[in-house]
């Protein structure tokens, strides 16, 4: 398959130009940023195109001949909470989506975030029960959650008007090279983003099967939460739970023994056949 990435260049994007590669893909990256030396620059199924994805002419032009879109461009934070990731992110997603639209592109899938839901980012995040799925409220007060809700929003509008086209959004919990990497001495410093975390090649294993899984056990547009099965944090899931977000209650029919994760993946896991690998590796 021929994949477009845009983004490539960025720490999660890096990783799924090399799990795409990894697979046989032809891929062509697509970043603003120029390319660096990659181990993977030289690879003859690697394509480098240095564009603007904000120029929807350009996004047009260099998804010509591509057959599935992962698109991860974008500002990664609310950065100055004013105008700059919103409408960077926003641009962006439509754009992607747009083009795909007009060229026949049947499957794209796109970064979202946990943050959503409101988390780090906001005033004070807002959980109506744990562990956190896709059915959860929305309500991000701050420009990054909002850009990524806009984003979704815009995926459920092209599939209503182009049903051919099957689009993921991934909502993504920190991504990281290890589990090490997300943890803090002090929980209360991550209490925010509830000791979530991916390791970053899992994350590309998501984005791949999101484009390349011919099940059909989905259609249209999907979100996916994508974070480890365990916290950042030793300490027992319950302890962390009583200790900081007492008044949450945890949802029918699931439970937070052990270190299990606040994040509830099995949406992932059971439509995309997803399943995070060892933090570790």
């Known amino acids: 398959m021929k994949l477009a990435i845009t983004g490539c260049n960025g720490s999660i994007g890096q990783r799924v130009v090399i799990a795409a590669l990894r697979s046989g893909h032809d891929v ?12 993977y620059v030289s690879n003859p199924k690697f394509n480098f195109r240095q564009i603007d994805v904000r120029d929807y002419e350009a996004v047009l032009h260099v998804l010509e001949g591509c057959e ?5 461009a974008g500002i990664r934070s609310p950065e100055d909470y004013i105008v700059k990731t919103h409408n960077t992110n926003v641009v962006m997603s439509w754009n992607v989506l747009r083009a795909a639209a007009e060229l026949g592109i049947k499957r794209v899938a796109q970064a979202s975030s946990v943050n959503v839901i409101s988390l780090v980012y906001s005033v004070k995040p807002i959980f109506d029960y744990l562990p956190l799925d896709e059915d959860h409220p929305c309500r991000p007060d701050e420009p990054y959650g909002l850009s990524k809700i806009i984003a979704e929003t ?12 099957r689009v993921a959004s991934l909502r993504l919990s920190w991504s990281l090279p290890r589990r090490s990497d997300a943890a803090r001495h002090d929980p209360a410093r991550r209490k925010n983003d509830l000791w979530g975390y991916v390791q970053e090649d899992a994350g590309a294993d998501a984005f791949l099967l999101a484009v390349t899984n011919e099940d059909e056990k989905w259609s249209g547009h999907e979100a996916f939460i994508i974070a480890a099965p365990d916290t950042s944090d030793d300490r027992d899931s319950m302890f962390l739970k009583e200790q900081f977000w007492a008044n949450v209650p945890i949802k029918g029919g699931k439970d937070l023994s052990g270190r299990k994760s606040f994040f509830d993946c099995s949406k992932a896991e059971r439509l995309l056949g997803w399943a995070h690998r060892s933090s570790e590796v």
């Open 28 to 39: 062509v990256g697509i970043d603003l940023v120029p390319l660096k030396d990659y181990e």
């Open 68 to 72: 599935a879109i992962i698109h991860l």
């Open 154 to 165: 815009q995926a459920e509008t092209i599939v209503r008007r182009y049903p051919f086209m």
